[in-house]
């Protein structure tokens, strides 16, 4: 066996050879099947050019995209229980937190941050689906509550971007409880007269939707999301009649009164910009501040 020719040679010949190649280089447009370039849609605060759907976004790029400059505050969240019912199912449900964690690089499913929304101080929190699809939780109930406290105390608008598939299984009861806390939490929100703005994104499902997110003073909807307490297939098993075209989309419960605009997302900041200046009768902003790009 020649050494050199057989091992050596071949082992040289893959290094140099070798490539690496980004997972997310390109994405599929879920409407037309079209491949897009990563990047583009990136920069394009991911909505995918040729169609307009709205992609998902994380907590961390979102407030970026919305706060001057990029520039926010973190808000600390008060600590919970990590896995209370001791649960599992095909795996621990601690095994999947940590799994979630390392995706996200966040602690639970909601992210509070404060800082100035063309020129005006606010405190937003947001629900990123990638961990465990937004399932609320303890704590990402307590973050809920965190924010709305922050507000209250700090005298700012309060916006919410809602976006989950429900109650977090995997607490059992203790998931189904943070309903009626967040509802009290919004309760003290509506009591200092602060203004509590939602937006609906790409899915609000289950419990968060039997709460937090439709106690808006102002209910504002991605374009194209899908918005209810059970899905439309739930819905159509259970009724045994076919659902109208477009059920529990944006554009036609803004249609039936169940929310009050929906926007794009490029005209978003300066809508919600708009309305936090109506609803706290501050004077007109700078009006002009660019949208920071995304991590």
């Known amino acids: ?120 101080p606010v405190t937003v929190a947001v629900q990123d689906f990638d961990f465990m699809g937004g399932s609320l939780g303890m704590a990402a109930a307590e973050a809920v509550i965190s924010g709305m406290e922050t507000a209250v105390s700090r005298k700012t608008p309060f916006i919410m971007f809602a976006a989950s598939g429900g109650a977090r299984m995997q607490e059992g009861i203790l998931s189904l409880m943070q309903l009626p806390r967040t509802t009290a939490a919004v309760l003290a929100l509506r009591e200092a007269k602060k203004p509590y703005i939602v937006v609906l994104t790409n899915p609000t499902t289950g419990g968060v939707t039997a709460s937090y997110a439709m106690l808006g003073d102002v209910h504002i909807a991605e374009p194209g999301a899908l918005i209810g307490f059970a899905g439309p297939r739930v819905i159509e098993q259970t009724i045994r009649e076919k659902l109208p075209e477009g059920f529990q989309r944006a554009e036609y419960l803004e249609k039936h009164g169940m929310v009050d605009m929906v926007v794009h997302r490029h005209k978003l900041r300066g809508v919600l910009a708009d309305l936090c200046r109506v609803l706290t009768k501050a004077p007109a902003g700078q009006g002009n501040l660019p949208v920071a790009a995304h991590a």
């Open 1 to 120: 066996m020649n050494w050199i020719s057989n091992v050596v040679r071949p082992k040289i010949r893959n290094f140099l050879n070798r490539r690496e190649t980004p997972e997310n280089l390109w994405i599929k447009d879920p409407e037309t099947g079209q491949l897009v370039f990563y990047k583009d849609v990136e920069a394009n605060q991911f909505v995918i050019p040729a169609s307009n759907y709205h992609m998902r976004m994380s907590a961390t790029a979102r407030l970026k995209s919305l706060f001057d400059n990029g520039e926010y505050e973190e808000i600390a969240v008060r600590e919970v229980a990590l896995d209370p019912l001791k649960f599992r199912d095909e795996r621990r449900y601690a095994d999947r937190l940590k799994d979630a964690r390392t995706k996200t690089g966040m602690q639970d499913a909601v992210k509070v941050g404060f800082g100035k929304l063309d020129a005006l």
